[in-house]
């Protein structure tokens, strides 16, 4: 059974990005095992240093993952500060980090109606910088995602039916 990190790009308790990344944990069901990333427990990157426990953690789960899920909202047309600052831990050494080649299934979201494809494009593009192994399908955006997440949950059926062939040929490719 592949291993799956999922990955939140936000670290608000009421993230409507988790709320999706939860959903779409539930569409894995038994097919996989999956653990999640804490992404805020990750320092500002600073070459100068290791890391400390918390980028050596973060690390650690991107190599022992057989796959990456990456569920983030869009934050000023791009990538959350946070999530792109767990990812640069991860990238060293440049062209051989633990993300080559490492097959990622990427989710954005937003509470406006584009459902984060700037944020999509950008994450696609750090991950190509990288090596990483993209999941090529139509983009899985997720347009008014606050709207569509009541107490916690994400509600929208619509939005998982459209993901979950996806994601199902994604996993298949873990193996």
């Excluded at 990005?17 to 944990?25: D, G, K, Q, S, W």
């Excluded at 320092?43 to 990456?70: M, R, T």
Aim: charged share 15%; proline share 6%.
């Amino acid at each position: 059974m592949p291993n799956v990190l999922a990955i939140s790009g936000s670290l608000r308790a009421a993230s409507s990005a988790t709320a999706v990344m939860e959903a779409l944990i539930g569409l894995i069901g038994d097919r996989a095992t999956v653990s999640r990333a804490d992404i805020g427990a990750v320092p500002h990157y600073n070459a100068d240093h290791d890391g400390g426990p918390g980028a050596k953690a973060f690390i650690a789960a991107v190599s022992a993952a057989q796959g990456v899920l990456i569920v983030t909202p869009e934050y000023n047309y791009s990538i959350p500060g946070v999530l792109k600052n767990a990812i640069d831990w991860a990238s060293r050494p440049g062209y051989n980090s633990v993300f080559k080649g490492k097959p990622v299934f990427l989710v954005t979201t937003s509470a406006g109606a584009l459902g984060g494809v700037r944020a999509q494009a950008a994450v696609k593009q750090v991950m190509t910088a990288m090596l990483a192994d993209v999941h090529q399908c139509p983009e899985v955006v997720v347009p008014q995602a606050v709207a569509k997440t009541i107490e916690g949950r994400f509600a929208d059926q619509a939005t998982l039916d459209f993901a979950a062939p996806h994601l199902a040929a994604w996993l298949a490719r873990l193996g």
